[in-house]
Nanobody, 120 residues
């Protein structure tokens, strides 16, 4: 299983970014998928999760209402739409396969990460 993220960059506060995660070597829809982030000096944080069939999603409280996770199994792709970005959203963002979309428990496959920097 290989996960490849893209879409990070530098954006001003209040702006938007859309992260993509392409899954290679994965049966379409085989896993719940999630996004995590890791900021310097902080622990890795679960950001959002989605079930294999897109029916259910879960968000961390600090991104709820601003971020949207989605997926298209036909394209083996998961997205994280990030709106109303804040400087505290600055981190390296990773996608991962999940055991449980609610708890964010990862199942072992991770992408290489994409840097998101939000300037004030």
């Amino acid at each position: 299983v290989q996960l490849v993220e893209s879409g990070g960059g530098l954006v001003q506060a209040g702006g938007s970014l859309r992260l993509s995660c392409v899954q290679v070597g994965v049966t379409p829809g085989a896993y719940a998928m999630g996004w995590f982030r890791h900021a310097p000096g902080k622990e890795r944080e679960f950001v959002a999760g989605i079930t294999w069939n897109r029916v259910n999603t879960k968000y961390a409280d600090n991104v709820k209402g601003r971020f949207t996770i989605s997926r298209d199994n036909a394209k083996n792709t998961v997205w994280l739409q990030m709106d109303s970005l804040k400087p505290e959203d600055t981190a390296v963002y990773y996608c991962a396969t999940l055991l449980d979309y609610r708890s964010g428990a990862p199942s072992g496959a991770w992408g290489q990460g994409t840097q998101v920097t939000v300037s004030s």
